[in-house]
């Protein structure tokens, strides 16, 4: 079994910075892509960034140049490190990551349980 498990999330001030990390952990040969998504209440869940195995990184229009991705592949974890925090970046974040349980099969998709972040004053 896979199992994808955020932390880092809390009440921050508008402005204000927050670390996201998620850990992937069980059984697996291989991550290949890791990615946030964030839903904010009322609304449909979103993409917010993605990793490649490679390192290759993008993230959406919406916190570009304030928010990056990184991994650290050896920990199978992947960070969001989010800056500049808006009220309408408040909602419920998820990890997700592609994964291959054994070599030579394809990647399944995973989702962990969601951190709560909420930017207010």
């Known amino acids: 079994q896979v199992q994808l498990t955020e932390s880092g999330g809390g009440l921050v001030q508008p402005g204000g910075s927050l670390r996201l990390s998620c850990t992937a952990s069980g059984s697996f040969a291989s991550i290949a892509a890791m990615s946030w998504y964030r839903q904010a209440p009322g609304k449909q869940r979103e993409w917010v960034a993605s990793?490649?195995?490679?390192?290759?990184?993008n993230s959406a229009d919406a916190v570009k140049g304030r928010f990056s991705i990184s991994r650290d592949y050896a920990k199978n974890m992947v960070y969001l490190h989010m800056a500049n925090l808006k009220p309408e970046d408040t909602g419920d974040y998820y990890c997700?990551?592609?994964?291959?349980?054994?070599?030579?099969?394809?990647?399944?998709?995973?989702w962990g349980q969601g951190t709560l972040v909420t930017v207010s004053s």
């Open positions: 997700n990551a592609d994964v291959r349980k054994h070599l030579g099969r394809p990647a399944s998709s995973y």
């Open positions: 990793i490649t195995s490679g390192g290759a990184s």
